[in-house]
């Protein structure tokens, strides 16, 4: 049984529908990427799957349908979602923005060597501890981001464009510290990118969306090759 398995989830805006049959499936220890120019409906299948839009379709967890649950209780199952824009908290310091990550956790050792892994993982983060948010640079705040959402010790890790705006040296490095933290914690990751390149670094199979509906899928090795993606996301 997969982790997470979407069967034909459709979504709309108002009265416009941008997910015309959405599928993919993550296994257990799994990372899989999504990719797709822009609009193509990359965040709006990871808000279907938070309950932050309604969906169609079919939305298994851990063989679970979770459609038409709240984001709240979709977080409580074990999923959590670093969103487009990071979402950090600008007026709490970066330790504070750890524990709000945690909030759901009890295990306060666990918490405080979690928060101890963060900093060693985002070694950036560690030298800005006490920090405000607002403070930091953008990369910083992916890593926040990133790091936060790992505090909640969640199966699920669901990213949505960790390199928007970042430098392409600080890209690289956040997809690092993201691989890293997917071999030594097995989490699963459903892994959003424009950047298909930094995306396969990451994953081992993709779906490509196009105008709501997934068009192709297959073994990040397979994908690497073939021309279509070449073309539209590997600059070449
Ligand atoms: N809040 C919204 N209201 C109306 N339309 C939206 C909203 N968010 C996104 N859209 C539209 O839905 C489509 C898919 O958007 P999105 O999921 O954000 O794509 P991507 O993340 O792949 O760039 C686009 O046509 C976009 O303009
Ligand atoms: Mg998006």
Known sequence: MPLLELQDVTASYASVQVLDGISLSVPEGGAVGVL????????????????????GGSIRFLGRDIRGLRPDQVAAL???????????????????????????????????????????LFPQLKERVSANGSTL????????????????????????????????????SVYQAIKRLRVESGISMLVVEQNANLAFSLVDEAVVLETGRSVLSGPTEELRTMDEIRRAYLGG
């Open 78 to 120: 074990g999923i959590a979602h670093v969103p487009e824009g990071r979402g950090t908290l600008g007026d709490l310091t970066v330790r504070e923005n750890l524990k709000v990550g945690a909030y759901l956790r009890k295990d306060r050792a666990g918490i405080a060597s979690d928060i101890d892994y963060c900093l060693d």
């Open 137 to 172: 640079s953008g990369g910083e705040q992916q890593m926040l981001a990133v790091a936060r959402a790992f505090m909640a010790k969640p199966k699920l890790l669901l990213l949505d464009e960790a390199s928007l705006g970042l430098a392409p040296g600080t890209a690289k």
């Open 36 to 55: 797709g120019a822009n609009g193509a409906g990359k965040t709006t299948t990871l808000r279907a799957i938070t309950g932050v839009v309604r969906a």
